[in-house]
Each structure stands twice: as structure tokens, then as C-alpha cells.
């Protein structure tokens, strides 16, 4: 197979910011090869040249093509056969005939199925095909900024997904310790309501959030302390003294009273205040 590489000029190597822009020639004419790449030499492309649409598959095969420039009568295989192949394997890349001959139904036929972006006829104007190239690449840059944008926001989307699902699955986590800490304390507050020992719980702002069947059978109004402030309600419980144990007299009966500050062995808050008949085990 004889391929053709034109010399690349020095502003055509891709560079982080500016990615090389390849352009396939196909023709069978030595003379029109030459011919386009002293023409398009100096637009900075990278070229590569083939004179048969199969040399032109070839180096589609080995070489990352932007843009591809075919004649349409050559040996072997129409041009118009070439790009549609082209087209097929390699639907990203630009294709423009170059042809001296106006087979109108070939060409009109290839254009109908979108394996041809611009039909021109030989000879050419020199300027007119180099601005036709000019937006052939200036297009397919566009298709590789969106299709990189696209990929991006493939990406971006997956990892916000994975993120969506860890903290759905944080969720149901603390979801469910919510619910085991609701079970444990339901079960903590039913222990406590039917204790013989009267319980009185406090919150840290030292209101009444809760007194058990006991505490208030020994406080006669026990259900009406609920929310009430504890020093202001009950000043015996709490009247200043050596310690955080008392004896208290309540109807005759001492009580030892002790208060239990909460939170040391878990997140609770508060205290606990029970009372116990003196001499009994607390």
C-alpha cells in the first residue's frame, strides 16, 4: 500500500491547549495529492494521503481523523462508496467530495444519507475549498466539545448518584437507629412508669418531663407537674444540702431522695430524681 504523509508543520503537533487537526486526501492523482497539500499546508493541518478508498479505511483505522477530503471516481471503489463506509465505522469525522465529475445521482444519493457534509467540483477555488475545510474542522471541534461536555456530565451524574445513594443509605441507617433508640426508650419509660420507687425525670433546663405511677401516687398531683418547673413545684426535693443524697419527710414517711445527673453512659440529658423509704435497699 502506498500511503502518503505530508511533512507536519511544527504549529500542527497538538498541544494541551490545541489538539492536532487531521485531514485525510483520497485520490487516485499523484499531481491532485500534491496539489491540495501545498495548498493546505499552510493552514497548520496534520495530512495524511491515499490514492484508493480502501488505502483510505486503512489509515482511517490506524489514525484519529477529523476531517476526510475524497474524489469520487477512482479505481476500486466510487468516492462516494468510501465516505459511506466512512460514515459508517466512523461517524464522527467531516467528509467532502472533490470531484470532476457531476454524477448528480451518486452524489445526491450520498448526501440524502448524510455520508457527504459539502460536494465540490474540480477545479477548485483555492480559497473557497480552504474555507470549506476551515469549517468542516471548526464543526467537528464543536461535536468533540459536546460529546466531551456530554461525557462529563455522564460522569457527574454517575457520581452524584453513587453520592445519592450512600446518603440514602445513611439515611436509612440513622432511620433505623432513630427507630431502635424510639424502642429502647419506649421500654426505658414503661421500666420506670411501673417501678414501685417513685421516679421523677427531669430535662436540662430542670422541667418536670416525667413522673412515673409512683411519684405520682406519693405527689398527689403528679400528672399536673408535667412542664412544671421542678425547684418551683417540688422545693423540698430540692432545698440546698451536703451532698446529692437527702431525707425527706412526706406524709409522715422519710424518703431518701438522690439525684442522678444523665448523659454519662449515653446522649441523655437531664437528671433523674428518685426517692426511696429510709431503710430501704435504693
Known sequence: MDVHHAPVPESAVATPDVPQRTLLLVDDEQNILAALRRLLRRDAYHILTATSGQEGLDLLAVHAVDVIVSDQRMPGMLGADFLRKARLLYPQTMRIMLSG???LQAVTDAVNEGAIFKFLTKPWDDQQLRDHIAEAFR???IDDDNARLNEQLREANLALAVANDTM?????????QISRDEVSLGI???VLQFLPLPVLGLDEDGMIAFVNAAAAQLFERGAALLGSEAALALPQLFEPCAGAQRLIVI???AYAVALHAMGARSRSRGSLVTLCLAGAPP
Open 188 to 190: 426505658a419509660r414503661e
Open 168 to 176: 440514602q443509605a445513611l439515611l436509612r441507617q440513622q432511620q433505623h
Open 251 to 253: 406524709d409522715g414517711k
Open 101 to 103: 465529475y457531476t454524477e
Open 139 to 141: 464543526l467537528k471541534g
